[in-house]
């Protein structure tokens, strides 16, 4: 990187914002075409009922809820990389901060949707605001679904600022390089950005205390999440060690998320000088430690339920191994704990072919791993006339679809209309190497 | 009053352009900005920058979030008195959470006009004395010099070993 010049890292990143060729269009209105799939299916949803999805009882919360977990927690790393390795002085984090800071900002996106959608009378969602109403009706602000619509609108209010305010320098850069109607559009974006001394003084001030401020409530928002299940009196959810299991879990996936996105990006934008096979290579390793955090969660929470002598726990967890979903275990620990441990070895990091196919696998795996939390805690709780399944159906199928083309249908549009890697961090690590 | 023209040396090393702001005074021109793609301690250092505001605006944010989430909380326990789970009508636990959200959301929205306040943004008038390559790979110093001192500081900034660009 340190043979990179100013001038080069402008010029690789501007090239990015070039018109785009017909196959980025068409990759743009086949993702349009899941998300109209999933709005449609949404919208049936609407007018026929929630029963048209596989929910039951017991097993009330299904696809819905683990899209909304699986999602905030794809979140998560981006926080981690912007703010809390900013903290640290991580610089290799530079070169993807940018991007993983855009993933956060569409993953909270998408997973705000699932509430909406789970809802099934969308129309009533006004109830869980705090607003005067006629019936003097507020919300209960006891129960943990409450703190997570304070956490998740927090979360994404922070994490689209923070994301504007790393932007400017940038805008700036991209109003002074062009013309005509983009350069009256990024003059507006740019808030009259020229990198004055004084406002780069403020702008330093201010970019530190969001990072400061986004740390902790980046382990907070997922923890609120962890507790809308640690919170209920259900077998397999009722335990402390939800919030730290959690953390660690988001954190894993949303590392896996990032190389998913970086390794395609890297080689269609010819970032190769930028984003570096060590930036990849320290991303691979850090997931190595997330691998075994969750490894050991997943280790703790049967020996909670062993150790604990309590027979319904106990029944709980064999269930989870031995019942009709024990595939779902199965992939977990194997997809999210024995395969990232690959990464120990590193010819396995330095090829990208296996950095990208064991990033699917840990998304994968950590998706099952939400649907074991989420669907095994209560299709097999106390009362064994009460025990239940649970399969998706295909209006679920098609907002899952719908979710994830959104969210590829808003970073692939952030890819050519914004710069998509940090110009100002780049030259700030550049500076300080030089 | 004399007329006073504004001139900007542009010099793609941070220490030259600290050295010539340092230095610009004393030759009897004014300074008036330095601009640059990125944040820069030794022209910090050269203009003697005082610790930003904008710290103040954060935690004014927080202690205003802080209370404002609890009291939300309280206020609407209240309005509905019913014992709900075995928890007090006014649980301090549950509300800490509340509170610690809005402290961190307020947090950010002061930070975040702190930041527009100190930093005076949005600033589209500062656009008119400004050189675009200076959010590219050039750190720009912009002073004034009376009229007929034009020449003088072109030439000061070119010793430096800036390029010069003057500003009708």
Redo the contacts between chains.
């Keep these: 990187m340190s043979e990179l010049?100013?001038?080069q890292i402008?010029q690789t990143v501007l090239n990015t914002l070039e018109r785009p060729r017909r196959s980025y269009w068409g990759a743009v209105a086949l993702l349009a075409l899941g998300v109209l799939l999933g709005a449609g299916a949404w919208t049936y949803q609407i007018f026929t009922g929630i029963g048209v999805g596989g929910q039951n009882v017991p097993v009330v919360w299904g696809t819905y809820l683990i899209n909304f977990v699986f999602w905030v927690g794809i979140a998560h790393s981006g926080t981690l990389i912007s703010a809390i390795l900013h903290l640290f002085r991580a610089g290799w984090r530079n070169p993807i901060a940018r991007a993983a800071e855009t993933m956060t900002v569409f993953a909270v996106c998408t997973a705000g949707l699932f509430p909406f959608v789970h809802l099934g009378r969308v129309w009533q969602v006004y109830y869980m605001l705090?607003v005067p109403n006629q019936r003097?009706?507020?919300?209960?602000?006891?129960s943990p679904l409450m703190?997570d619509v304070?956490?998740i609108?927090?979360y994404l209010?922070?994490s689209s600022?923070?994301w504007y305010?790393g932007l400017l320098?940038d805008l700036?850069?991209v109003?002074?390089?062009s013309t005509g109607r983009r350069h009256r559009i990024f003059?507006v974006l740019s808030?009259?950005?020229?990198?004055?001394?004084?406002?780069?003084?403020?702008?330093?001030?201010?970019y530190l205390?969001?990072a400061a401020?986004a740390t902790?409530?980046v382990i907070?928002v997922h923890s609120?999440v962890s507790w809308d299940f640690a919170l209920g009196v259900v077998p397999g959810w009722h335990t402390t060690i939800f919030a730290p299991y959690f953390v660690a879990g988001a954190i894993h996936s949303g590392l896996a998320m990032v190389l998913t996105l970086m390794i395609p990006l890297r080689r269609i934008f010819k970032y190769e000088a930028i984003i570096t096979m060590e930036v990849l290579d320290n991303v691979a390793k850090t997931m190595v430690l997330t691998g075994l955090i969750v490894g050991m969660a997943y280790g703790t929470e049967y020996f909670i339920a062993w150790y604990s002598h309590n027979p319904v726990e106990w029944e709980s967890f064999r269930w989870r191994a031995m019942g009709e979903y024990g595939y779902g275990l199965a992939f977990m620990v194997v997809c999210n704990v024995l395969i990232p441990s690959l990464f120990l070895f590193r010819r396995v990091r330095a090829s990208l072919r296996c950095l990208f196919a064991i990033s699917l696998v840990v998304n994968f795996g950590m998706w099952w791993e939400r649907f074991v939390i989420i669907v095994g805690g209560v299709a097999h709780d106390f009362m064994p006339n009460a025990w239940g399944l649970y399969a998706p159906r295909l209006v679920e199928y098609c907002i899952m679809i719908g979710s994830f083309s959104l969210f590829f249908f808003l970073f692939v549009l952030f890819c050519k209309h914004l710069p998509s890697v940090s110009?100002?961090e780049m030259?700030?690590t550049l500076?300080h190497d030089g | 009053m004399t007329a006073e023209t504004p001139i900007m040396g542009l010099f793609t090393d941070?220490a030259k352009a600290a050295r010539a702001i340092r230095e610009l005074t004393a030759q009897g021109f004014g300074f008036r900005?330095?601009?640059?793609?990125?944040?820069?301690r030794r022209?910090?250092e050269a203009?003697g920058?005082k610790?930003?505001?904008?710290?103040w605006f954060?935690l004014v944010g927080g202690i205003i979030g802080f209370f404002t989430?609890f009291s939300?909380?309280i206020?609407?326990?209240t309005?509905?008195n019913l014992i709900?789970?075995g928890?007090p009508i006014i649980?301090l636990i549950?509300?800490f959470?509340?509170g610690?959200?809005?402290t961190?959301?307020f947090?950010?929205?002061g930070?975040?006009v702190?930041?527009l306040v100190?930093?005076?943004?949005?600033?589209?008038?500062?656009?008119e004395l400004?050189d675009?390559?200076?959010?590219?790979?050039h750190f720009g110093v912009l002073a004034v010099c009376a009229s007929g001192r034009e020449r003088e500081l072109m030439d000061f900034f070119q010793k430096k070993g800036g390029e010069v660009r003057v500003f009708p």
């Design positions: 010049t100013f001038a402008d705090p003097l009706l507020w919300p209960n602000f006891l703190f304070v956490a609108s927090t209010t922070v600022l923070f305010t320098p700036a850069l109003r002074d390089r003059r808030l009259g950005w020229t990198g004055a001394h004084s406002q780069w003084l403020n702008y330093s001030r201010g205390f969001f401020l902790p409530l907070s609120v110009m100002t030259k700030e500076h | 941070d900005r330095a601009h640059g793609p990125l944040p820069s022209i910090a203009l920058l610790t930003s505001k904008v710290g954060t989430g939300l909380a206020f609407t326990s309005q509905w709900v789970g928890k649980a549950p509300f959470i509340l610690f959200e809005f961190i959301l947090s950010v929205i930070n975040v702190g930041l100190c930093a005076r943004l949005p600033d589209y008038k500062g656009l400004y675009p390559r200076c959010s590219g790979e």
